[in-house]
DNA sequence: TATTATGGTGAAAGCGATTTCAATGACAGG
DNA sequence: CCTGTCATTGAAATCGCTTTCACCATAATA
């Protein structure tokens, strides 16, 4: 491997030159020419780990995500994928397969570890993430949780959950259910409960609390709890459900027990999954711009590592949000 | 930052010693013991930046993929994670949105930046990926296609498509067409499209080649061709294709044209998407292991870095298939 | 008793860059 | 002619760890 050193000789120069050459230092264009031949001619590329050791710094960004198959995570982290990649920074990968412990020990390695940044594509925030979100060494930007005190970008979950409970209420006659996801999950777990529960209030029609159930984030929940709610309450015309992918399941259920076809009429989800769009015609739910908010976050995070002139740095930014099909 | 001095100094040794505790040299019970305390009150972490550019291996695995936001690339992904946490590696993703310049461009960075070895998710494999393959400083192991003289984790695209052709020919009455993708992608283009139409015509129902288009891997493309289809031959009444995304697409063309709910049955892909299955009752697809394609394809490269014992190297893997709803 | 092994040990030499620092020569102003 | 700037320069000091190497006990062997 050839090394600075070599690149320094062959140009007949220190090696402190070629290190100021590469780095924009004071360099004489004759000595710059001569460099730029030998590193030319060596076809010289320089260590980025010895780099790293004397500077401190990686250009490395660790992103943790909670399941990398899933269309909304896949859809942010192609946008951070983007800015990192215009902005000369690689992305670490991390995935917790939704243990929350996981998360904290990703969290904990980055920080020992190489990274010159993290983004945190957050789920259930504890006391604990807090507590390490606040000690973290390097700045670090949440994706989908609003946490006081902690640089995110987020949607307004509990808004668009009103909105949309408050347009099917008026849209959908008899009993309206709903399929949520953990608490634990403050957006997509409470904020989205509330919100639509309060949406069916304020158009006078509010949600039996019999007839809430909790999925966990996979079809197969959903398609279970639907199975169980229509067993249970076979006149439950409706159900609402915490994500697209719950509510594939949920209407395969209503297919099977009320017939095909039944299901995309009755169902309502949130994340404007592509897949359920198109083959259902599209069901009532709510468009998040999941690679815009990859892309914020990413650079926002990068603004306050790059030192950027404008006073761009960490703060926190709430995106906007759509209803579809209602 | 505490460094391995200040644990050697509190520990009464040399950090010699220091670093054979942490790395399993020679050194006593008794300042083993010393070293563990005094890494334990420091909270001492080693900088894995020094002990790359010292030991010249990172950790890292270059990981690349053509488009993050896919149901199977997002399933590699997921096997690859799996092994890499397990086995003390880390991920450095790149995407590069099926672009195949990107993906040399990737293979060169990771050559000259800090990965112990790259999975390539493989697309189009054209001679200058094989030079770049060839001429590659760390092991590389290609997932997706089967390139000779390369170490590849790869389905059997033709056997595949023909058992699905074969098996489609004798239950569909009328003209079958087919919505491909680029035969630069050898797997998922040439063979799948060729594999197809052998089995068609070893079950005594030949492709009409005038039925065939190509797509682009997305949703809206397998619509987009569907449409077109169905308006230039109006008596087609089977639309396969290769992939299940497309194949959505194409579901929801005739859907539109013939009418809600007979899509379903008039559509075949590749891939066995979950969504697909859940929504549609299960068209005729084809079921492929991508989680294992992931951990295969890892566990192999790992072995080699590792230097296991087992004589488990870069080698060929081809993985089995399974037809689905046929 | 003389000699090997053998388990332990620390000083010191790197790994390949960046960065400080003192030195240089050129040049303008006084 | 002297002095003060100013752009350039290379030697050398790090960055924090791993790893040789020489060396020392002590136990085992001849």
Redesign the interface.
Known sequence: MVKMKDVAELAGVSSAAVSRYLNGGYISADKAQRIKQAIELTGY?R????R??RT?S?K?IG?IVP?????SV??I??GI??VL?RRGY??????T?NAADRELEYLDLFQ???VDGIVLVATMITDEHRRAIESCRVPIVLIGQHVEGAACVYHDDYEAAFELGHALAGRVDGKIAYIGVTEEDRAAGYDRRRGFEAGLRAAGNPLDSALIRLGSFT?DSG?GAARELLSVAPDVSFIACATD?MA??A??AI?EVRG??EGMHRVSGFGD????R????GIPTVHYGYLTSGVEATNMLLNTLDGAEGENGLKTLKLGHQLMNV
Chains 1, 2 share one sequence.
């Open positions: 590329v260590s980025s780990q010895a790293a050791l401190g990686t490395l992103v399941k990398i198959n899933s269309e896949s859809r982290t192609a994928g983007q990649g690689q992305m670490l990968l991390a995935n397969d020992n570890h190489p079809l398609y992918t594939a399941g209407l395969r297919d095909m076809g999954n592509a897949f359920l198109a083959l259902t015609g």
